[in-house]
């Protein structure tokens, strides 16, 4: 349960959702995608009500990468991205030249196009995450909700993930756990702990010793970095 949560996120910004586990960093995300329906209080995309539109609207405006992907699907790879150009078609439409297009440079852009004739419930679990995302990608829409997408990346994935966010012309909120991917990779930090937001801003301002100390219960050291950047050491 989460209560007294309020942000915004400007179009093209990348907004990091942190705190421990169970602080409610996912029930946030899944309020936003057509997950969960807040008790009270409202989601808006563009001025619009997301629980006010059905679920093919929100898959039209807002993709979705979650932090584990049932990989019993029987499909290949490729069949797994195209699936992001589906809430774009009617039922009885096949994917056009385009759609195949996106979906071909998606797997290039996440270096999976080697495994589009590979099955999905082969591969491993960095392999599933980057084809999920690619997936996302395919999808096309102006906002991308991620929980904890670095989760089964190597390092050389996540910060190519990370890169490519800053990148895209989309409004991206993302759970992570890596402190310091959140500091250096997000424009707003929210801090969560226990259900309630305790800090939103700038990373600067968010990753203080203080607020870290009291929400994750460790000693923490953070040094601004040259670049504006901050870093956090664990002590």
């Known amino acids: 349960m989460v209560d007294g949560v309020n942000f915004c996120a400007r179009p093209g910004d990348v907004v990091g959702i942190l705190g421990p586990n169970g602080s409610g960093k996912s029930t946030i995300l899944r309020s936003i995608f057509h997950s969960r329906k807040p008790a ?9 009500d997301v ?15 979650l932090q584990e992907t049932p990989a019993e699907f029987p499909l290949t790879c490729g069949e797994i991205v195209r699936m992001g150009r589906a809430p ?9 030249a385009g759609d195949l297009e996106l979906c071909h440079a998606a797997m290039e852009v ?7 004739g590979s099955s999905f419930s082969r591969i491993s679990g960095g392999e599933r995450q980057r084809v999920t995302i690619a997936r996302a990608l395919a999808q096309q829409t102006g906002m ?9 990346l190597d390092i050389h994935h996540q910060l190519k993930l990370m890169h490519l966010l800053r990148r895209l012309n989309a409004t991206t909120v993302i759970a992570l756990h890596d402190i ?11 801090l969560m702990s226990g259900g309630s937001c305790v800090a939103c801003g700038a990373p600067s301002t968010v990753l203080s010793p ?11 050291d953070v040094v601004r970095q040259p670049n504006g950047t901050v870093h956090v050491t664990i002590l």
């Open 144 to 152: 991308i909700v991620m929980d904890e997408p670095t989760n089964h």
């Open 88 to 96: 774009h078609k009617r039922s009885w439409q096949s994917l056009g």
């Open 210 to 220: 203080n607020v870290l100390d009291d929400v994750y219960h460790v000693k923490t």
């Open 180 to 190: 310091n991917l959140a500091g250096r990779f997000c424009d707003t930090l929210v």
């Open 40 to 48: 009270r209080g409202s989601v808006t995309l563009d001025g619009v």
């Open 110 to 116: 996440m270096e999976v196009d080697n495994l589009a």
């Open 51 to 65: 629980w006010s539109r059905d679920a093919k609207w929100s898959a039209q405006h807002i993709c979705v990468v």
